[in-house]
């Protein structure tokens, strides 16, 4: 008992920062998604082709290595030491795997967004034009409330991998919730702490589902 | 001669390429203020791509348009966005597929340019909202959503959309094409409605009988050039170019 009870406290613990991990990638994944897709759509080839090659690479190589690269990086090809930043109660651990996990994020969300925005019948932008919508006005009032509409499924799915996903942080030694699972998992010779760790993800994603469902369901007033 | 302040549309040697296709070779016309002006002829004769020229959606490549007697381009020079917005305010576009905002109740679609666009209160723009609802019979649906509204009462909605401004000219562009004959007929009405009240309009249209009737002028346009024009009802009952009289024969 005393032993469930302890894995209980130390997986709780590690789930602040999964947590934490999951809120601030969304936080900043999806804006900077918005901006490299809107990169990506650019008419001015070489910004389009720049971005082209950003999602390509992000997409196309581990997150896992991408989050040593972060966290290395700056030291090992600039020599520049980080490793004694800290932001708050977030240390440079912590501020590395954010950094990488929202970039590979944008990347995803990007080309989600892209999709959405390119699916927009060239009459919308019309009418708002001769309605005397500026661009801004277009953007935010007609345009984006649809295209959230059209991406949110995509959307959803990247969402819920996310929560996954925050496990790939235990390269970089940050006391997620995975981290710490694995820590007494070993340490009491028993796959309990990971039965655990699995209902723990299993669960915050049940409620996302529900939350998300709330949220496409809120939004299907109109077709 | 008219007075020249009586001309809301001018449109003079208009020319408009896309890449190698020349599509309007010198187009010139007149609307004056009342006037409802229909425009036909076949499909890739350059009817649509005028209209679009009109409306800012397109740009000219020479020539000159003046609307209000605002010139939104000479010489094929087009004027500062500044102008340009006040001209986008100066007239209305109803589309073929009405272009609704579907995430906007009706009343909302109505009303969104003049609140974000005209700076009205939303008390004034729902006076206005409610006066066209009325107009277009279509009070009882004003917090409904586009989805939910036959073709017809759509294309009333989008009628209303662009009344709403109060422009001083409203283009139509193929106002009917995207419905079936018994929703047509709704939307034609109102449009009678409207040219009975003396609202300038320049109507791209298919219906022979409906330009016939309710139009004072026929343009005919093929081959990016007008090859005839004059009174409607003369023009539909006794064409005098070749084109226009196999054109007409057709309908």
């Known amino acids: 008992m005393g032993a469930i009870q302890s894995t209980l406290i130390q997986l709780l613990q590690g789930f602040k920062f999964t947590f934490g991990i999951f809120f601030f990638t969304l936080i900043f994944s999806i804006p900077l998604g918005l901006l490299v897709s809107k990169g990506r759509m650019s008419k001015i080839k070489i910004v389009s082709l720049i971005f082209q090659l950003y999602i390509s690479i992000l997409r196309g190589t581990p997150l896992m290595l991408q989050l040593l690269l972060v966290y290395f990086g700056p030291y090992y090809i600039f020599g520049i030491n980080l490793g004694s930043i800290q932001i708050g109660p977030f240390n440079y651990r912590f501020i590395a795997t954010i950094v990488a996990f929202s970039l590979n994020y944008a990347a995803y969300f990007a080309e989600i967004f892209r999709g959405g925005i390119q699916s927009m019948s060239k009459g919308q932008y019309e009418a708002a034009t001769v309605l005397g919508f500026s661009k801004m006005q277009t953007y935010f009032k007609i345009i984006l409330p649809q295209v959230v509409k059209r991406v949110l499924p995509s959307v959803s799915n990247e969402i819920i991998t996310l929560v996954k996903d925050t496990s790939l942080a235990q390269v970089l030694s940050v006391t997620e919730m995975f981290t710490k699972a694995s820590a007494a998992a070993s340490a009491q010779v028993s796959v309990i702490p990971f039965i655990v760790a699995g209902a723990f993800y299993y669960v915050t994603n049940l409620i996302i589902e529900q939350i998300l469902n709330r949220v496409e369901k809120s939004m299907s007033y109109y077709s | ?251």
């Open chain 2, 1 to 251: 001669m008219p007075e020249k302040s009586d001309v809301v549309l001018e449109i003079s040697k208009v020319y408009k390429s896309f890449e190698d296709l020349e599509v309007l070779k010198g187009i010139s016309m007149e609307v004056r203020r009342g006037e409802v002006v229909a425009v036909i002829g076949p499909s890739g004769g350059g009817k649509s791509t005028l209209l679009r020229c009109a409306t800012t959606l397109e740009k000219v490549d020479a020539g000159k348009i003046a609307i209000g007697g605002d010139v939104l381009c000479e010489d094929g020079q087009y004027c500062d966005k500044k102008l340009e917005k006040q001209i986008r305010s100066k007239f209305g576009l109803v589309f073929q597929n009405f272009n609704l905002f579907p995430h906007f109740s009706v009343r909302r679609n109505i009303t969104e340019a003049l609140i974000h666009v005209h700076k009205m209160s939303k008390e004034e723009a729902d006076k206005v909202c409610n006066g066209l609802l009325k107009k277009m019979d279509l009070m009882q649906k004003a917090n409904d959503y586009p989805c939910n509204l036959s073709g017809g009462q759509q294309q009333r909605v989008s009628i209303a959309r662009a009344l709403a401004t109060n422009p001083e000219i409203i283009f139509f562009d193929e106002p009917t094409s995207a419905l079936d004959p018994e929703l047509t007929k709704g939307v034609l009405n109102v449009i009678k409605e409207l040219a009975k009240e003396k609202m300038t309009m320049v109507i791209v249209t298919h219906e022979m009988s409906f330009a016939r009737d309710v139009a004072d002028r026929i343009i005919f346009m093929d081959g990016g050039v007008i090859v005839e024009e004059g009174p409607a009802y003369e023009l539909v009952t006794n064409p005098k170019q070749e084109r226009t009289k196999a054109f007409l024969a057709g309908y």
